[in-house]
């Protein structure tokens, strides 16, 4: 974890987020970047919550009492992200929309601090049963925000009826994190044009129908 102290935390939040005003919110705000970078530089096993303290210029005793283990933080922290996280697309197709989706998660896996997050967690998720309800809660709100675009194409005819649309969303990103875990090579904006179609192939042939 770095030893840079957190800086100072602006009264107005930035055009475009959601995060509300007030004390409490910015003591969230400040405690949530830097569990976040120590996360991507350490990973979970050394996420202290007094360290995140002490960089977040925040009293310990209100992490503690707040977050009271590395669990419970990481879990807020992606909670945090998938309420900041763009809302889904609306392109008019099928295909864009699932293409939107797949660009959305290749450039989240390539971001150079958010890549080395979601490793860290999914690594954490299979030794720690908070980091694994975390990420379970924040796939499951981000599939829900997504599975609009396949309701729409079910509306308009381009996919049967009764298709499961978390199934056909969660099958976008599928192959993306099994390359980001898998063959160590840099995703792309064709791996995810390329998923993306995959999985609208498959929806169009009824795959997903339930």
Known sequence: MSDTPAPDIPDTPAPGTRRPGGRTARVREA???????????????????????????????????????????????LADMAEQSLPRADTGSLEGDLRANARLVVRTLTDPRQG??????????????????????FYAVRVEEWAGCVRDAVARGEVPERTDAHDVVAAVSAPLYYALLNTGR?????????????????ARAGVWVR
């Open 31 to 77: 405690v949530l970047q830097v569990a976040g970078d120590a996360l991507a530089e350490g990973g979970f096993e050394l996420l202290d919550l007094a360290e995140v303290a002490r960089l977040a210029g925040v009293g310990k005793t209100t992490v503690y009492r707040r977050w009271g283990s590395p669990g419970v933080l990481a879990a807020d922290l």
């Open 116 to 137: 080395r997050l979601f490793k860290a967690l999914i690594a954490a998720s299979l030794c720690n049963e908070q980091a694994a309800e975390a990420l379970h809660r």
């Open 186 to 202: 840099a995703l792309t904006d064709a791996d995810a044009d390329r998923a993306a179609d995959a999985a609208g192939t498959a």
